[in-house]
């Protein structure tokens, strides 16, 4: 059996996945997504499946990149299953997770604390802004997230707050409309309170396939609210990072802060009360070894609720820079899986 990763040449998941492989003495063959059917070795595998590329900044060109990806991820899986491949996370579950509503239906039918999407009232559709702001203020929700179903790293997000009893709006977010009316995604974030800006980008937003979400508020720290990111494999926490922002957004490349879990001196019974939820949401994936898992605590009460999970979410660059203890533990558990199938002994 060989080690295999595919995904894409000099990106930093493929350089410090092989250098763990290298501090693990573990061979580890890398497949190019561009070529890797040619390229593949024809005998038994255990193969790490990691995204590709992609260079697009159009928002309207999301979905049909991310069915494409998910098409391809299950081609390859019936290629690879049939020469007797073993995968760290398989591309069903990788599949899976791509789909914000689907993976957070299955989270809430699993009794696991999420961040609630808005049900439409009765008779409204949401397929522009004015359908949206008028079913907040029928559900008395002023404060939502707007987010396409595929898609990661606050691409086309929008944090929407209405005043209640008026018709103010505050709209933040990556995304910028062109002349032609077309949605790009900036990685810059920016407040837009214009009424007539607002309703063009939400109409934009909501022709794509969007999920809304409760706005929930965050625990803070230093002025600053918070939300996490746990990277959990085999059943154990290998790393929970602190993201801190002054705005609704917290992602790092939107240059927010991160922080080190322990700063916050959280409770133990808080740690437990993440970890707890992680460890169940993982289990209503099968085929899913490790996932990025971002989790917000309910201010004042610290209650944990998954936001999303990502089947490709572990780089970390607060961890590769350091202990790189991330893809050191899976060229562990890919070494492990080489030993049993020669030695026939976990």
Known sequence: MQAVLLGSPETKRTIYLKKAAEQADLP????????????????????KIDPPKWESSFLGELRNLTEAYKQELLEAEGIWKSQGAKFLNTPGAICRLLDKRACKETL?????????????????????????????????????????????????????????????????TCAYLNREGKLYNTKRLRCSRDPEEILKILDALLSMDCVVERWYAKEEYQGCSYDLRAVIQEGRMDFLLARLSRG??????????????????????????????????????????????????????????????NGQ?????????????????QAEIMKRELYKEVTGYE
């Not at 497949?31 to 193969?47: F, M, S």
């Not at 949401?281 to 999970?309: V, W, Y």
């Open 248 to 309: 609704p957004i917290t992602n790092l490349h939107l240059n927010n802060r991160p922080l080190k879990i322990e700063e916050l001196r959280l409770p133990d019974y808080v740690l437990d009360d993440i970890f707890q939820c992680c460890k169940q949401a993982m289990g209503c994936f099968p085929g899913l070894s490790t996932a990025g898992i971002d989790i917000l605590l309910e201010k004042g009460k610290r209650n944990p609720r998954i936001i999303e999970m």
């Open 28 to 47: 580890l063959l890398f497949l190019d997504w561009e070529n890797w059917r040619e390229n593949r070795p024809k005998g038994p595998v255990y193969l």
């Open 108 to 172: 809430v039918k699993a009794g696991i604390p999420v961040t609630q999407m808005v049900n439409r009232p009765e008779g409204i559709s949401i397929a522009r802004g004015e359908d949206l702001m008028e079913a907040m203020r029928e559900i008395k929700v002023f404060q939502v997230f707007v987010k396409p179903v595929s898609g990661s790293g606050a691409a086309g997000i929008g944090a929407l707050r209405l005043r209640p009893g008026g018709n103010e709006a505050a709209l933040y």
């Open 313 to 329: 979410g572990d780089l970390i660059y607060q961890d590769i820079y350091h202990d790189n203890r991330i893809y050191r533990h």
